[in-house]
């Protein structure tokens, strides 16, 4: 692994623990997927490209808009979906017809496949890439070099 995927990982490892707080990105004190991703991005570049509008618990679903994966496009390199590495943002859609609005920072591939993400209910956690979210993932990106923020 590169010096940057060691620091993105160990960011988003640190970040465990976090309460889930909707809109928040502070580590320790509470955040949601999006948060997580903001947090990691701050903690490995300074600061962030953009700051989300505010947002409801089912954003851009009355508009059927890919707002995040509008976002991440701005700010990420898209990869393919079936090309897992360490290090990666994952883009999740949680259920058919829906838009995909939940994230997480991949962490371990092959059979012990894992990613830390913030749910609601449980917080900032490493969950394995079982089955039931491997199916679910409709993007992957990677962070861009540091000389390019």
Not at 34 to 41: D, N
Not at 72 to 89: F, I, Q, S, T, Y
Not at 115 to 121: E, I, L, T, W
């Amino acid at each position: 692994m590169s010096v940057m995927v060691n620091e993105i990982v160990a960011e988003a490892r640190a970040w465990i623990g976090t309460p889930y707080v909707h809109q928040q990105a502070a580590k320790t004190a509470g955040c949601d997927c999006l948060g997580l991703v903001r947090g990691v991005w701050r903690g490995v570049y300074g600061s962030e490209p953009e700051r989300p509008p505010a947002y409801s618990m089912d954003w851009s679903e009355p508009q059927g808009e890919e707002r995040l994966w509008d976002a991440a496009l701005r700010h990420l390199r898209a990869k393919p979906v079936g090309a897992p590495e360490v290090g990666d943002v994952v883009l999740f859609r949680m259920r058919a017809g829906s838009v995909a609005k939940h994230l997480g920072i991949q962490t371990q591939v092959g059979p012990q496949a894992a990613f830390v993400h913030a749910y609601s209910g449980h917080g900032v956690v490493e969950s394995p890439m079982s089955a039931p979210w491997a199916r679910r993932i409709v993007a992957r990106f990677e962070f861009p070099n540091k000389e390019v923020c």
